[in-house]
């Protein structure tokens, strides 16, 4: 049977059709991120949509004696309290997780969590001692670590060119300080915090160092290709956040679409091509096209129509118009933009003709369990051929593969992503779904409602 349900498993088989429309459910991620926001610079904010999204019940528990939830049909408003100073916290749930761990410490909360990997706490600590501050720990039983900063006093940012995997740590703990910061780095800065911030009354913008601002990067590169004379330098990109004072006392939040599961839909509509489907609801802020983007550059055609504005930026319609796409090398920087859907963009490539790389995701090893290694385990279930590298996977797509289990708990867009395989996978696929239940609860019924099945 399609879709038959065993105690926290989903079972997929192969599709021939997938068509219709999906309309994305707001972003987890963005509440959250938000919610954060909002705890960090105790302004409250109203946000919406809430519907299909029951892990604010989690966060809502947690967060208890730092925020107050008040939820009326489709709305959640967010106080700021904080009653208390601990705070207990899944280290695999936290979206944006270095920013939000930084605003956490820089509003002197002492926070758990379950588990702290020891390659993450010495990068945090890295981050914490460039910009003057110490980060204490605490080691309790069942493998948990609190976390707590003991000096802020001499907080800075050096006047370096900054990691832009850095660059989100150092916004969130800024906020909290009430600091204005200037961070340079050689890499330009797409994040959603970009447009959420203006909504709690604080100004973020990004320069460059061209002395010329109107001057197009390429032609400045081509003038440097046919001169061979660098006298500017490196294009250097300045991120100027100003946190001391808020212009706001209320924010209202509009959520855009669930970029990961969009992602993930993505994936599913490249392995089936037959059938029409629409995709709603699509962020199509650069931030949220990392699959999208990956998908055109494979030789794919995608149309996409706005429809609407969200707090976070322009959302809209995505409809997939040319498929038969080639394997391709991407190089995944910032990690950020790229972390949250590399699942769904690993299954595409499963798929495509050829051989894709991803290299720049070292930073996943840092987890527990390695984020790499978690993919790789994915990809030897589906039967792929995958090569593991330091920073990165080797895929050589193929056209068919046979159903296969994976009743291991797994994080939602790792999940979900390989759930999906599933529809191009002879015989049946099993997964398991407690995550994906977390996040995404309509996740079968959407499934199975969009795709037309083998018997």
Same mark, same amino acid.
């Given at each position: ?48 949509? /809430?519907? !299909? ?28 309290? *904080? ?25 002197? =909360?002492?926070?758990?969590?379950? @588990? ?26 069942? $493998? ?21 995997? !850095?660059?989100?740590?150092?916004? #969130? ?8 910061? %200037? ?17 709690? #009354? ?5 320069? %460059? ?7 197009? @990067?390429?032609?400045?590169? &081509? ?8 006298? !500017? ?36 509509? %490249?392995?089936?091509? =037959? ?10 802020? *650069? ?42 090398? /991407? ?17 595409? *490539? ?23 290694? +978690? /993919? ?21 797509? +193929? ?9 291991? @708990? ?11 395989? #599933?529809?191009?996978? &002879?015989?049946? %696929? $099993? ?9 995404? @609860? ?9 795709? /037309?099945?083998?018997?």
């Amino acid at each position: 049977m399609h879709g038959k349900r065993s105690s926290k498993l989903i079972s997929i088989t192969s599709a021939k059709e997938m068509k219709g429309t999906i309309s994305l459910p707001p972003s987890s991620d963005c509440f959250f991120l938000s919610m954060i926001i909002s705890l960090g610079s105790k302004i409250p904010a109203k946000i919406s949509p /809430i519907r !299909d999204m029951p892990i604010i019940s989690w966060w809502e528990k947690a967060f208890s004696g730092h925020i107050l939830f008040k939820t009326t049909d489709d709305t959640v408003t967010i106080e700021p309290i *904080s009653q208390s100073s601990n705070i207990v916290l899944s280290y695999e749930e936290i979206p944006y997780r270095d920013f939000s761990v930084f605003l956490l410490l820089g509003q002197k =909360k002492t926070i758990v969590l379950d @588990p702290l990997p020891k390659a993450r706490l010495e990068e945090w600590n890295r981050i914490l001692n460039d910009m003057g501050c110490t980060l204490k720990t605490i080691n309790s039983e069942n $493998n948990k670590t609190a976390i707590y900063l003991d000096n802020t006093d001499n907080f800075r940012i050096k006047d370096t060119v900054k990691s832009i995997d !850095d660059v989100h740590a150092i916004l #969130g703990i800024a906020l909290s300080l009430k600091k204005k910061v %200037t961070i340079a780095t050689e890499s330009m800065f797409f994040s959603p915090l970009r447009h959420v911030l203006p909504s709690f #009354g604080y100004e973020i913008n990004v320069n %460059t160092n061209l002395k010329n601002k109107n001057e197009d @990067p390429l032609i400045r590169r &081509m003038r440097f290709l046919q001169t061979g004379k660098k006298s !500017d330098g490196n294009l250097i990109y300045y991120i100027e956040a100003d946190f001391t004072n808020s212009k706001a006392s209320y924010s209202e939040i509009t959520l855009c679409g669930d970029d990961t599961l969009g992602a993930i839909f993505t994936a599913a509509k %490249t392995i089936v091509h =037959k059938g029409s489907l629409i995709i709603e609801n699509v962020p199509l802020e *650069s931030w949220g096209m990392a699959t999208l983007n990956f998908f055109r550059k494979m030789g794919g055609i995608i149309a996409t129509q706005e429809t609407h504005k969200t707090t976070f930026g322009s959302c809209g319609i995505v409809t997939l118009e040319k498929f038969g796409h080639f394997g391709k090398k /991407i190089e995944c920087s910032p990690v950020f933009l790229y972390s949250s859907q590399l699942p769904a963009m690993v299954v595409l *490539s499963c798929f495509a003709s050829g051989q894709s790389v991803f290299r720049g995701l070292s930073d996943l090893r840092k987890d527990e369990p390695d984020g790499l290694e +978690q /993919i790789i385990f994915c990809l030897k279930k589906i039967g792929a051929r995958c090569g593991e590298m330091p920073d990165g996977i080797v895929i050589d797509g +193929q056209k068919q593969y046979d159903g296969f289990d994976l009743p291991e @708990p797994l994080p939602a867009n790792l999940a979900a992503s390989f759930a999906v395989a #599933g529809l191009k996978c &002879m015989g049946q %696929t $099993n997964i398991n779904d407690s995550s994906i239940l977390r996040h995404w @609860p309509r996740f079968e019924e959407i499934l199975k409602s969009s795709c /037309i099945f083998r018997e």
